[in-house]
């Protein structure tokens, strides 16, 4: 938008100080520009006129061609009114004003025909209509209302009707504006892409879109704006991303070596699965070119990303450089080091553990051994990001569950080489392709599509609060065959003490049906202290109890292969990803797995939804787009810095074709003209000008 339209609203004809408070307290509406973009929630359709027998008070705003037969004023102070009778060939209906009575008595005239607007409501049986638009009929009339047939709705507030700036007042308001500016909306897109996408231009569209002369118009103006904003967007990230391969130089892994290889050919206790394979090629081409690499790998819970980043490690270290693997929580850190370590057996790499609760005197010895080489992978939580904490070389930072970890921490790990160390993100929480591409778009990304073969499915079921038995009785069968149960709480983040409660009282009822000595039952929740923690958790993973009753603090990462039950209490006040993720605790061993979501009889219209897409599917990927749908962006963990949330016309659960197509148009542009130098690109320069005043988006990387 050019200079004009950042104009404070104060200056629009028929604004004035008193309405310009309103707009900006109310809407956020600060200058025309805001105005412009504040676009109608929805239309309404005036292609068709109702005759009176039709209308009843369940339709929305109607349209109606019927003749003034009589009208007075009735009743004293405030329940005085103003009733018309207007009729059809089908037959008579009611029109009442409480408000501007005299005014609107001088404009009716007994006899005329008009041409009558609004929602139908009812009174003593018969239709009416409050307040309604009205205008007399002509042909002239009927010829111009053809030409409007959908009306502009605003959202607006009980504060703004009081200024008269309800829906039609904000239509006058952009309307006013239009009339006067819009010859000034300039075209910010180049004549190219106009052309190839078929795009209407931009000022027809901003008209479009606030007065469409017909659905298809406001299509089109609708897909022109949806296209620009996500294109924008694009450009802005592809551009981050390219200022950061040209600034941030990467350290170079050279070759594969003796490390990779040995474990590839002499411990690695599976076949990768393809999709492993493919990751790992672009990794490797990722970090042989000289730049930081900034990957992120999302892939379904059990998918197997455990072992990509270990192998990426094992590349860092072929190349003389240290590693490091970051988890957000204690128990997170502790089974990646368990798992590592499993899986390259002793004396292969060394390896440590650092995390809050280890012992100052152990701390000092990892320190020195980080710091003189002789220690190459570092494990653990934030604790690595800790100023004392120094490396000899650190090549490569592997990141789990990224979304936990802020811009801050991430860039306090970049300093910890004269060059930024590479880095790869893992995320186990799949999140859609186009959220991804507009959360993540500034780096690369990689995907494990696939789970390892042999795995059966998980088996979900969904059982109410009165089907408790048939729920112990599986859990009782699974256990005689040898398996493992978690039961999962649900944390209330308003009060602690309830959780406690709830949990307590679970693993009371828990203790009563599965009893000593035949039973053992573990317990994490969030009030034990680490080791407490980790002495329960152990006790599960080798197997000493059967049961593990918890709170979501097991939700991501853990991994007990004969686990086969997740059993997750009030289901219904779960997330879906985290019921994913919960569910992804089991159905990591040969055996077949089940879940099963406990839930009372009382379901809002989503938790219904929720618990029935889980019963219908395990592709997280899958399962993150009807989140997507059901949330909307703005509730998805990470989406609150990223800009996703300005978003004003388009949609990324709907809109991903178009994202797509924006998306590979500005990669094509940036390919062949960079720095955006070509005279058609200069509209992309200014666009990219604009942004950089606007918005702070600083953001992941
Ligand atoms: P996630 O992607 O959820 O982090 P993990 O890395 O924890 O998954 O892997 C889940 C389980 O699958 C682990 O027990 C791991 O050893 C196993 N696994 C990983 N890759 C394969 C494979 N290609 N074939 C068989 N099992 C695999
Ligand atoms: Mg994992």
Redesign the pocket.
Known sequence: MNQLFKTSIDYLKGVGTSRADVLKKELGIFTFEDLLRHFPFKYIDRTRFYKIREINPDLPHVQVIARLTSFETVGEKHTKRLVAQVQDDTGVMELVWFQGIRWVEKTLIRGKAYIIFGKPGAFNGKAQIAHPEMEPYSAEAMKRKGNLTLQPAYNSTEKLKQFQLDTKGIQKLTAALLEAHAKDIQENLPQYILNRFRLMGRREAYIGIHFPEDSTKLHEAVHRLKFEELFAIQLKLLKNKLLRNQKFKGFVFEKVGDYFNTFYQQKL?????DA?KRVLREIRIDTQRGVQMNRLLQ???????????LMNILLAIDNGFQACLMAPTEILATQHYH?IRN?VGEDFISVELLTGSVKQKNRKGIHERLEDGSLQVLIGTHALLEDKVQFKNLGLAVI?EQHRFGVEQRAKLWRKNVMPPHVLV?T?TPIPRTLAMTLYGDLDVSV?DQ?????KPIETIHYYENQRLPMFGFMKREIAKGRQVYVVYPLIQESEKLDLKNLMDGVEVMSREFPLPQYRISIVHGKLTAAEKEFEMQRFVKGETQIMVATTVIEV?V?V?NASVMVIENAERFGLSQLHQLR?RVG??AEQSYCILMSSHKLSREGRIRLDTMVQTNDGFKIAEIDLELRGPGDIEGTQQSGVLDLKVANLSTDQQLLLQARTVVEEIFEKDPQLEHPENLLLRQMLQTQNQGLSWDKIS
Do not use: E, Y
């Open positions: 206790p599976f076949d990768l699965t492993q892939g379904d819970v059990g998918s197997g990303k455990t072992v990509v980043a798992s899986m789990d893992m186990a494990i789970l390892p073969a042999g795995r990462g991994n292969p992804g990591r061993g």
